[in-house]
């Protein structure tokens, strides 16, 4: 069914400014009256491309190219005319204006969009794909906003809902005809199965929707170490400017010193901290006691290890997210990396000069270590969205209750009802459910004007 709106809305398409074209999109029921009044040569109602002039009255305004399509073969599903104008500042504020006054009225933020969600043109997760792919910042976030954008998302929640719906029917039909329970129908050993094959697959696209988000917003990447060992010099040097002081006093930093840089999948928030170390000095005792926590909520640790530093007297930290460094390896004879090498054995230890700028190996191990390559690229659900994700952890959390209770013995109507709310979510992230205005005016408001 096609949503009508009585209002046509305009926008620019692109920003006005000094430019060589600037898009104008007009969408409704009254795209062609409202263009033909500007128009000597009008045009039909019909999917073309043409050459104008446009008028503001009897003022020639420009020569456009207007390109249109018809209801509902258009990204908003009503008619939509774009006109390519030439971009001058001015130029493309008079057409605006003119075709407010013809009966246009300037769309609100990403009312193109929820028209196009309204009219069943896109779903959520396209809409948020549309929206991502503008926002990425990485090749990663690229590809999975793309993939989300074309539809491709969509159709593997589809089999996810189509999964529950099965397993539903199957549980329907034994409550409804219990007499065939252990012939024709299969068994509660059966559906305890596939119940259980279903929870299995969305918490692995669970796992990797929240690696994948994480590594799309960046890594909060916290630079940890004594005092001196060079943290304030690896910022400087992945971020490859002179951010944060330098100095060979101890203590230097003392303040969070931030950046931000992209690697080819993810990107990196980096916070360069005060060394770590006895002090009395107030200051740098609080600055201390920011490094510790900032390490404690941060998705990677970079801690680098003192030359002198004993194994024992480092500084207890999640060992999963942490890539052990040596730095200043130009100091260090042969013989010396052999040795802490072998000390330090169980951390696999990567040895860098910041100086010489020899940081290559920690940015392979960093890239290694969140390798998304291969998952972007499988046919696995990968959601970005926090909103999104947290839906799927609704879902998986109903299923995983469901097997539980078949598991333990429960009556089998009880399942239903846990697995028909697990399809309400998929069907809710489909935009199938009946989700109220005010939830899709909040969704789109945070859409440039326009898109
Ligand atoms: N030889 C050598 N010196 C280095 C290297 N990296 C850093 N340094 C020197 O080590 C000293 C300390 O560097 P910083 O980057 O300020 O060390 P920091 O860990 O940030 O120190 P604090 O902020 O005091 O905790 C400076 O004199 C740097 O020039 C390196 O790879 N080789
Ligand atoms: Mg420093």
């Known amino acids: ?71 509902p073969n258009s990204f908003t599903g009503e008619d939509v005319i774009e006109i390519n104008c030439h971009g001058g500042v001015l130029v493309a504020k008079k057409i605006m204006e003119t075709i407010i006054r013809n009966g246009a009225r300037i769309a609100e933020r990403g009312e193109f969009s ?20 503008i926002e990425a910042k990485n090749d990663l976030a690229l590809r999975i906003s ?53 929870n299995v697959k969305l918490l692995k696209a669970l796992e990797i929707s929240k690696r994948a988000s994480v590594a799309n917003n960046g890594l909060k990447t916290v630079i940890f170490g004594k005092p001196n060992v060079g943290k304030s010099s690896l910022l400087n040097a992945l971020l490859n400017e002179d951010k944060a ?7 230097t930093t003392r303040d969070i010193v931030e950046g931000e840089i992209t690697l080819e999948n993810f990107t990196l928030h980096l ?26 909520s941060a998705d990677l640790i970079l801690y680098i290890i003192d030359h002198d530093e004993k194994y024992e ?3 207890d930290v999640d060992k999963d997210k942490t890539i052990f ?25 990567i040895f860098i000069s910041t100086v010489n700028n020899e940081i290559e190996d920690l940015v392979k191990a960093i890239e290694t270590k969140f390798n998304m390559n291969k998952i972007s690229q499988s046919d696995d659900l990968i959601l970005t969205n926090v909103n999104e994700i947290s839906k799927l952890e609704m879902a998986a959390t ?38 109220n205005e005010e939830i899709i005016d909040n969704i789109f408001k945070k859409y440039c004007l326009g898109k």
Do not use: W
């Not at 033909?36 to 446009?54: D, G």
């Not at 002081?245 to 203590?251: A, F, P």
């Not at 000095?281 to 510790?292: T, V």
């Not at 013995?409 to 998929?426: K, P, W, Y």
């Open 271 to 296: 916070l360069d901290t005060a060394g770590i170390r006895k002090t009395e000095n107030k200051l740098e005792q609080a600055g201390i006691d920011r490094s510790l926590s900032h390490s404690q």
């Open 114 to 133: 929820k028209r196009a969600f309204l009219n069943q043109k896109i779903s959520l997760i396209q809409a948020q794909g549309i929206n991502d792919l």
């Open 1 to 71: 069914m096609r949503n009508t709106f009585s209002d046509t809305i305009v926008a620019p398409a692109t920003n006005i400014a000094k430019q060589a074209i600037c898009i104008i999109r007009i969408s409704g029921e009254h795209a062609f009256k409202i263009v033909n009044q500007s128009l000597a040569k009008k045009i039909e109602a019909q999917p073309q491309t043409v050459l104008r002039n446009f008028f503001d009255g009897d003022v020639l305004l420009d020569q456009v190219l207007l390109l249109t399509f018809v209801a």
């Open 325 to 349: 460094i040596f730095n200043k390896l130009d100091l260090l004879s042969p013989d010396e990396v052999k040795q802490l090498q072998k000390t330090f054995q169980a951390l696999r230890p």
């Open 146 to 198: 793309a993939k989300n954008m074309a539809g491709k998302t969509n159709a593997i929640v589809n089999i996810l809902k189509n999964n529950v719906m099965d397993i539903i029917s199957q549980v329907q039909t034994a409550i409804d005809y219990p007499e065939y329970e252990e012939t024709e129908n299969i068994t509660p050993i059966e559906i305890g199965q596939q119940i259980k094959e279903l």
């Open 398 to 435: 109903k299923v995983a209750i469901a097997h539980e209770n078949i598991t333990a013995g429960f009556s089998i109507d009880l399942i239903n009802v846990d697995l028909r709310e697990a399809m309400d979510i998929f069907n809710d992230l489909l935009g199938l459910a009946d989700i």
């Open 245 to 251: 002081i330098v100095s060979d006093e101890m203590g």
């Open 313 to 315: 007297d480092l500084i």
